[in-house]
């Protein structure tokens, strides 16, 4: 492989909860009133811990309102956790503390969230209201804890929601040092401040740009795939470079974070990954993901280019052949984009420690 083109459509802004109405009424998982639950009731027996253990695939049957932790402060707000006497429930476990009337959120989507998480009856182990910036992951894919992947989706922006999860649906028997056991049931409280849906394109309206001689062509509507054509005997970039083919309106991209919709393409014309779905009778390539995917965009790196580009524009960025070795065989192609672990409008600082799988 020598050369690379990648065009990028759609970096992406962030969805807020603006306008969305909320309900600052607790519910259990069921709907009930959060005051459901006899009062003195008994406490849960100890969770069971070990490899035999599955994660939950589905939220479990609300146990009575006084053996979840309470939880001080409205949506938005760093909250305070106390919890009660006893075990804590061996299982699942959701509790809307105040309902949104947002966007619905499902598998796969982008979730922009507020949170804080503590062990049960322990220590904060990490929370984003001190670094006053939301952390924002892909839901329901592995990408996080899986009692995260099934208690958030289905929640709506503007929901806040505590979930007590076991050890089976946080970080497992091995749990995650230096602060959580194998043993610790973890409880967070979470506030989806917007969902950014997977199959979100670029702006259908981005003003198309002049592009400078010697350059592939680019061709479909803004927000659509695009298809990129070499032309015979163009000659291959010796240097990085970053074009806009569309101009979006949104704030300007900054260094870190940004989701994007992206074709790739190497210099003898062959399609190497794609984002958007295959076209009909067509298979995905084997480097193909389809929907948004997290990339990362520093000042210093092969998308520099990027930096400062309008939100929800499409650009095109080429990348050089790797070097030739001592051996005189080229270097395998560095990866067409680095993968980041979050995304965000401003970037946000190191990805959120209490929630995402270990590798």
């Not at 709506?156 to 929601?161: H, N, Q």
């Not at 994007?260 to 984002?275: E, F, I, K, N, P």
Request: hydrophobic share 35%; aromatic share 4%; proline share 11%.
């Amino acid at each position: 492989m020598r050369i690379r083109a990648v065009l990028a459509a759609l970096p992406l802004v962030l969805l807020a909860a603006c306008g969305s109405g909320t309900s600052s009424t607790p519910t259990t998982d069921g709907g009930a009133s959060g005051s459901s639950g006899a009062s003195g009731s008994t406490a849960s027996p100890a969770a069971t811990l070990g490899p035999a253990v599955p994660a939950a695939t589905v939220v479990a049957a609300a146990v009575p309102a006084d053996q979840l932790p309470t939880a001080t402060g409205g949506f938005g707000q760093k909250p305070t956790l106390t919890f009660p006497k006893g075990n804590p429930p061996p299982s699942l476990q959701r509790r809307i503390l105040v309902q949104g009337n947002g966007a619905t959120v499902g598998k796969g989507d982008y979730l922009v969230t507020n949170y804080l998480g503590q062990t049960w009856g322990g220590k904060v182990f990490d929370n984003s209201y001190d670094r006053k910036a939301t952390s924002t992951f892909q839901i329901g894919t592995g990408q996080v804890v899986p009692g995260w992947d099934v208690g958030l989706v289905g929640l709506k922006v503007g929901d806040r929601v505590l979930l007590s999860l076991p050890p089976s649906d946080g970080y497992g028997s091995a749990g995650k040092a230096p602060d959580i056991k194998g043993t610790d049931t973890l409880v967070f409280v979470i506030d989806i401040v917007g969902v950014i849906k997977s199959d979100t394109a670029g702006q259908a309206d981005a003003a198309p740009q002049k592009l400078p001689a010697g350059l592939p062509t680019i061709s479909g509507a803004p927000g659509k795939e695009p298809t990129i054509t070499i032309p015979k005997g163009l000659a291959e970039p010796k240097t990085n470079s970053v074009h806009v083919v569309d101009k979006g309106t949104g704030a300007p991209v900054k260094a870190g974070g940004v989701l994007v919709q992206l074709v790739v393409r190497d210099w003898a014309g062959t399609q190497t990954q794609s984002t958007w779905p295959p076209k009909k009778g067509a298979a995905a390539t084997e480097s193909s993901s389809q929907g948004l995917q997290q990339i990362t965009v520093s000042a210093d790196g092969a998308l520099a280019g990027l930096v400062g580009v309008p939100w929800a524009a499409g650009c095109w960025c080429s990348s050089p052949a790797a070097p030739t070795s001592r051996r005189g065989r080229r270097s395998p192609p560095r990866p067409p984009w680095s993968i980041s672990s979050h995304s965000s409008e401003p970037p946000e600082p190191a990805a959120p420690r209490g929630c995402r799988r270990p590798r």
